[in-house]
T-cell receptor, first 115, second 118 residues
Framework: DQQVKQNSPSLSVQEGRISILNCDYTNSMFDYFLWYKKYPAEGPTFLISISSIKDKNEDGRFTVFLNKSAKHLSLHIVPSQPGDSAVYFCAASDNSGAGSYQLTFGKGTKLSVIP | NAGVMQNPRHLVRRRGQEARLRCSPMKGHSHVYWYRQLPEEGLKFMVYLQKENIIDESGMPKERFSAEFPKEGPSILRIQQVVRGDSAAYFC????????????????FGPGTRLLVL
């Protein structure tokens, strides 16, 4: 039972345009959401996060949007650069105090930014 | 660079041997998590430890796998009598204890250990 889903295994975007990566979740106890970027043979690198009490968080070229009622979040990258080409993982955790803050990951979306 | 350290980066074992994976958390971090990634999959939680304590091992296989985080030294993930299905990338992450609510921890990952069982 996948609690975090990234339905697009891959995405290709032209350099300079916007990249939009989507993520859906089913567990209503999730209250903290993170995006990680991963290059081959490396560990995931933290990009940006958002708490469930917010609907938007911005950091430079990266913005994460959260729609709690739809249990959906998205990562926007503007403008996209060739160095952004990587696999992007959406992750979620339950920080209510009852759990262990473990992250539940989606399967990832491979972003290719074409020069 | 005081990031999360993992070693070895690559480990080859024959079926039936033991694998020991090490993780040193970021400076100042007291929480350690282990995750496993199979090919074409996302990372799956295995175990969460604090110094000298296993807090949550709900993601650990019941047999052959164990983890520890001693008072001194790195965290160790140990796999006894490895089988081919244990071949995967094993990632360690660390986070800082949150003293105030909301207890939202950001986990920072190491480079991983790629285990290959022949």
């Amino acid at each position: 039972d996948q609690q975090v889903k990234q339905n697009s295994p891959s995405l290709s975007v032209q350099e300079g345009r916007i990249s939009i990566l989507n993520c859906d979740y089913t567990n209503s106890m999730f209250d903290y959401f993170l995006w990680y970027k991963k290059y081959p043979a490396e560990g995931p690198t933290f990009l940006i996060s958002i708490s469930s009490i917010k609907d938007k968080n911005e950091d430079g070229r990266f913005t994460v949007f959260l729609n709690k009622s739809a249990k959906h979040l998205s990562l926007h990258i503007v403008p996209s650069q060739p160095g952004d080409s990587a696999v992007y993982f959406c992750a979620a955790s339950d920080n209510s105090g009852a759990g262990s803050y473990q992250l539940t990951f989606g399967k990832g979306t491979k972003l290719s930014v074409i020069p | 660079n005081a990031g999360v350290m993992q070693n070895p980066r690559h480990l080859v074992r024959r079926r039936g041997q033991e694998a020991r994976l090490r993780c040193s958390p970021m400076k100042g971090h007291s929480h350690v998590y282990w995750y496993r990634q199979l090919p074409e999959e996302g990372l799956k939680f295995m175990v969460y430890l604090q110094k000298e304590n296993i807090i949550d091992e709900s993601g650990m296989p019941k047999e052959r796998f164990s983890a520890e985080f001693p008072k001194e030294g790195p965290s160790i993930l140990r796999i006894q009598q490895v089988v081919r299905g244990d071949s995967a990338a094993y990632f360690c992450a660390s986070s800082q204890k949150q003293k105030l609510a909301p207890y939202q921890e950001t986990q920072y990952f190491g480079p991983g250990t790629r285990l290959l069982v022949l």
